[in-house]
């Protein structure tokens, strides 16, 4: 499984890439939404963290690349803003599947992400058999 953490705070994303890592899944992690849409291009994700307020602000254009070159990655938000508190972010990322705060547990958001990630998969896997 790979995942892609976006989030500004670099201690931050590097433990919650440590706590994904201990279950087996391949991260890569970065600072900004820039570098995010550029990996988005060409790399394949399963599941993506994606800090609602990046670096420049723009997460819901990562969400919407991430839609159309991946349609089959989750994307996880987190967010230590009150923005989206009332689940309307939902209905602006097609993709998203949770949305938690930054300060949720890393090992709670390593299962969240990992649950997503394999979802994923597994969607993919029956769509295209070997």
């Given at each position: 499984?790979?995942?892609?953490?976006?989030?500004?705070?670099?201690?931050?994303?590097?433990?919650?890439?440590?706590h994904l890592e201990?279950?087996?899944?391949?991260?890569?992690?970065?600072?900004?939404?820039?570098?995010?849409?550029?990996?988005?291009?060409?790399?394949?994700?399963?599941?993506?963290?994606?800090?609602?307020?990046?670096?420049?602000?723009?997460?819901?254009?990562?969400?919407?690349?991430?839609?159309?070159?991946?349609?089959?990655?989750?994307?996880?938000?987190?967010?230590?803003?009150?923005?989206?508190?009332?689940?309307?972010?939902?209905?602006?990322?097609a993709n998203a599947?949770?949305?938690?705060?930054?300060?949720?547990?890393?090992?709670?958001?390593?299962?969240?992400?990992?649950?997503?990630?394999?979802?994923?998969?597994?969607?993919?896997?029956?769509?295209?058999?070997?």
């Amino acid at each position: 499984m790979r995942a892609l953490i976006v989030q500004r705070n670099e201690n931050l994303g590097g433990i919650w890439q440590r706590h994904l890592e201990r279950l087996e899944v391949d991260v890569t992690c970065v600072q900004s939404a820039a570098s995010a849409l550029n990996l988005i291009s060409g790399e394949t994700f399963d599941v993506i963290v994606l800090d609602l307020m990046p670096a420049e602000g723009a997460a819901l254009a990562v969400a919407d690349l991430v839609r159309f070159r991946q349609p089959r990655a989750n994307i996880v938000f987190v967010t230590d803003t009150t923005f989206f508190s009332d689940g309307s972010i939902f209905n602006y990322a097609a993709n998203a599947r949770a949305f938690v705060k930054t300060a949720t547990p890393p090992q709670d958001l390593a299962a969240i992400v990992h649950h997503y990630g394999s979802t994923a998969r597994d969607h993919a896997a029956h769509r295209n058999p070997i």
